[in-house]
């Protein structure tokens, strides 16, 4: 028998479509680079901001870094890599503001010269020491494709809502900023096993004031850095791991991002060290870790969707 009006904060959305969009790739021969994430997403930007990609409108850009040439050294034979691949792709609605045929003629007519400019001013930008020159670019390709607009969201400003007993009002999902947190450390080789990596993962956010819970999602990666070939029985083996740790804080989380940031800009390896060291040792893991070297974090904006709220009447 109850009324309910939909109120403040409930959300309506609107299906997906399908729409057209164009798909362009193209490559670029580099010196050698570590495929770290930090590297690649600076490289990245790089490349879009040479060719006039601009983010946002929709586009989405994905970008590799691969080794191509490597280097058997007389001593100590490590098998190094003398080069990097960028691969970039971009895919442009056809909502987007951004010109496609602008953007192929552009990558046509790219030089070397130039890209190495955008790229070396993509580094700095995001404070990484990263010395690169362009060998060569391959002719740019696209293509026509689909993607799907995303649904389209409405949410109401100004009614009440009642509820009678026993009847459950459900508020739809809201999207709200959100800061994400990246850093990585170069450690000491362990095994790349989930046990591993969660441990690692857990000792890293205790390390810096990350703790669970108000919707804070975190990742990390343990990665092979270094490969050495024995002389017997001429294995190719890891000697050390690159550890790629990311938190995505919501602005309604309890979390200070900026405390997290300048305990992170400020981390020492012993501490890193001496954190992992104990969440590898909580889990009942035998994992001796040093700590080599802590890059320097990011922060950058982003959105995350809060899970709905459902509330239930208590009286008519």
């Given at each position: 028998g109850?009324?309910?009006?939909?109120?403040?904060?409930?959300?309506?959305?609107?299906?997906?479509?399908?729409?057209?969009?164009?798909?362009?790739?193209?490559?670029?021969?580099l010196s050698y680079i570590?495929?770290?994430?930090?590297?690649t997403e600076a490289a990245c930007d790089g490349f879009a901001t040479a060719i006039g990609v601009t983010q946002g409108s929709g586009v989405t850009q994905t970008c590799t870094l691969t080794d191509v040439t490597r280097r058997l050294q007389s001593a100590p034979r490590l098998l190094t890599p003398t080069s990097s691949r960028l691969n970039y792709t971009a895919t442009i609605p056809s909502t987007s503001s951004i010109n496609v045929s602008a953007v192929v003629n552009t990558a046509t007519n790219l030089q070397p010269a130039a890209l190495q400019s955008s790229l070396t001013a993509s580094f700095s930008k995001q404070n990484l020491t990263v010395n690169v020159t362009v060998a060569s670019i391959e002719a740019p390709t696209k293509k026509a494709t689909t993607v799907t607009a995303a649904p389209t969201t409405t949410t109401g400003t100004g009614a009440t809502t009642t509820?009678?007993?026993?009847?459950?009002?459900?508020?739809?999902?809201?999207t709200i900023p959100a800061s994400q947190f990246e850093q990585s450390a170069l450690l000491s080789y362990i095994e790349n096993t989930p046990k591993n990596t969660?441990?690692?993962?857990?000792?890293?956010?205790t390390a810096i004031g990350v703790t669970q819970g108000s919707g804070v999602t975190q990742t990390c990666t343990l990665t092979d850095v270094t490969r050495r070939l024995q002389s017997a029985p001429r294995l190719l083996t890891p000697t050390s791991s690159r550890l790629n740790y990311t938190a995505t804080?919501?602005?309604?989380?309890?979390?200070?991002?900026?405390?997290?940031?300048?305990t992170a800009t400020n981390l020492q390896p012993a501490a890193l060290q001496s954190s992992l060291t104990?969440?590898?040792?909580?889990?009942n893991l035998t994992v001796n870790?040093?700590?080599?070297?802590?890059?320097?974090?990011?922060?950058?904006?982003?959105?995350?969707?809060?899970?709905?709220?459902?509330?239930?009447?208590?009286g008519a």
């Open positions: 109850a009324t309910t009006t939909t109120g403040a904060g409930v959300t309506t959305t609107t299906g997906a479509n399908t729409i057209p969009a164009s798909q362009f790739e193209q490559s670029a021969l570590e495929n770290t994430p930090k590297n509820t009678g007993a026993g009847v459950t009002t459900t508020t739809g999902a809201n969660e441990a690692a993962c857990d000792g890293f956010a804080i919501p602005s309604t989380s309890s979390i200070n991002v900026s405390a997290v940031v300048n104990a969440s590898f040792s909580k889990q870790v040093t700590v080599a070297s802590i890059e320097a974090p990011t922060k950058k904006a982003t959105t995350v969707t809060a899970a709905p709220t459902t509330t239930t009447g208590t």
